[in-house]
């Protein structure tokens, strides 16, 4: 199974700030990455798709990069409702994974 | 609009089995796989399998593979994810996803809106 490995597993950011967050596959998966926010008690909610493309009705501040093995998904200006955990996830082979995950915290 | 709602919490025994339903609507339900993923408490999220509910083929996790059995039911457009030989290291919240895709590539639109599993003794 293909791991992903994202990084880092926790940050903590100011309103305003900039984010990068990052995930590695152990093997070339193209560019079939997904981005996920998730909020206490709710189901994710899809962000990027295709490692860059921007999913309809998320903010433009969200955005996405990366192709084989080595991705990233940047907030270009962190706002109040941002604060959550975000999840990639590849779709390259099955079984599809996740990466452990990253928890976006108030400074 | 699509959406994928899912049955009520479940608590369960060690050992027992657990169906938890997911009924799609406001799309052709034949039209798209469904996936679940499940998440233990605190914890991260872990892709389980998937069904395609045209004909009814399954792929599961390997993890899962013996204890986890996937169908649907066109009749009603509800996908069951059904796990057996429940431990404490089953309780989860599962969702359901539809799996779509671009041209290149597949993603999770929509999601159920989660269903507790609590085992128990």
């Known amino acids: 199974a293909i791991q992903m490995t994202q990084s880092p597993s926790s940050l903590s950011a100011s309103v305003g700030d900039r984010v990068t967050i990052t995930c590695r596959a152990s093997?070339?998966?193209?560019?079939?990455l997904s981005w996920y926010q998730q909020k206490p008690g709710k189901a994710p909610n899809l962000l990027i798709y295709a490692a860059s493309s921007l999913q309809s009705g998320v903010p433009s501040r969200f955005s996405g990069s990366g192709s084989g093995t080595d991705f990233t998904l940047t907030i270009s200006s962190l706002q109040p409702e941002d604060f959550a955990t975000y999840y990639c996830?590849?779709?390259?082979?099955?079984?599809?994974?996740f990466g452990q995950g990253t928890r976006v915290e108030i400074k | 609009q699509v959406q994928l709602v899912q049955s009520g919490a479940e608590v369960k025994k060690p050992g027992a089995s657990v169906k938890v339903s997911c009924k799609a609507s406001?799309?052709?339900?034949?039209?798209?796989?469904i996936h679940w993923v499940r998440q233990a408490p605190g914890q991260g999220l872990e892709w389980m399998g998937k069904i395609n509910p045209s004909g009814g083929s399954t792929s599961y996790a390997q993890k899962f593979q013996g204890r986890v059995t996937m169908t649907s039911d066109t009749s009603t457009s509800t996908v069951y994810m059904e796990l057996s030989s429940l431990r404490s290291e089953d309780t989860a919240v599962y969702y359901c996803?539809?799996?779509?895709?671009?041209?290149?590539?597949?993603?999770?639109?929509?999601w159920g809106q989660g269903t507790l599993v609590t085992v128990s003794s």
């Open positions: 996803a539809r799996r779509d895709c671009s041209s290149t590539s597949c993603y999770f639109e929509y």
């Open positions: 093997q070339g998966i193209g560019n079939d």
């Open positions: 406001g799309y052709t339900f034949t039209s798209y796989y």
């Open positions: 996830l590849q779709d390259y082979s099955y079984p599809w994974t």
